[in-house]
């Protein structure tokens, strides 16, 4: 094998050498800046996703306080406007409970007019069954027959002693 020959050595540097300078002449030239232009090329995409990851950061951060603040001013209309209607509630609640407490009243009233109405005539009728009744026991217990005015006025005065 004349590679591992010593007389062969001193040319096998020499192409060595050449072929190493012709290869780094060609990395250098060709081959690196491509490399480089890659590499530099991905920085500035990564340094511009980056920047528009913490430009969309920032943005979120604010929209979300600007959602934090609206959802605190529609927490509180939504208090407002429910006290609100509570309060309407109430009074229409309190509207009603007087009108019909004012019925109930009116009603009331007519019941017992009606009822003291009813209890006179059933004291009127009283009065004359229990005269008629005076007249009858008077009749069989004496005989006699006794006036329909005198009776009434016997029961009257019954009545009164009563009271």
């Known amino acids: 094998m004349p590679?591992?020959?010593?007389?062969?050595?001193?040319?096998?540097?020499?192409?060595?050498?050449?072929?190493?300078?012709a290869l780094y002449y060609v990395m250098v030239r060709y081959a690196l800046p491509r490399v480089s232009e890659v590499l530099e090329t991905r920085r500035s995409y990564i340094e511009h996703d980056?920047?528009?990851?913490?430009?969309?950061?920032?943005?979120?951060?604010?929209?979300?306080?600007?959602?934090?603040?609206?959802?605190?001013?529609?927490?509180?209309?939504?208090?407002?406007?429910?006290?609100?209607?509570?309060?309407?509630?109430?009074?229409?609640?309190?509207?009603?409970?007087?009108?019909?407490?004012d019925k109930l009243a009116a009603q009331t009233k007519t019941a017992e007019a009606r009822i003291a109405e009813a209890k006179q005539e059933a004291l009127a009728d009283i009065k004359t069954v229990a005269a008629q009744a005076a007249m009858l026991a008077t009749e069989k217990l004496v005989g006699a027959a006794v006036d329909e005015a005198k009776a009434r006025a016997a029961v009257d005065a019954a009545m009164a002693e009563r009271k």
């Open 50 to 101: 980056l920047e528009a990851a913490e430009r969309l950061k920032s943005e979120a951060e604010a929209a979300l306080t600007e959602y934090e603040k609206m959802m605190a001013t529609a927490r509180t209309e939504a208090q407002t406007i429910l006290r609100g209607t509570a309060e309407e509630l109430a009074a229409e609640i309190a509207r009603r409970h007087g009108a019909l407490a």
């Open 3 to 21: 590679q591992f020959d010593p007389a062969f050595f001193p040319t096998q540097i020499f192409w060595l050498a050449v072929a190493f300078l």
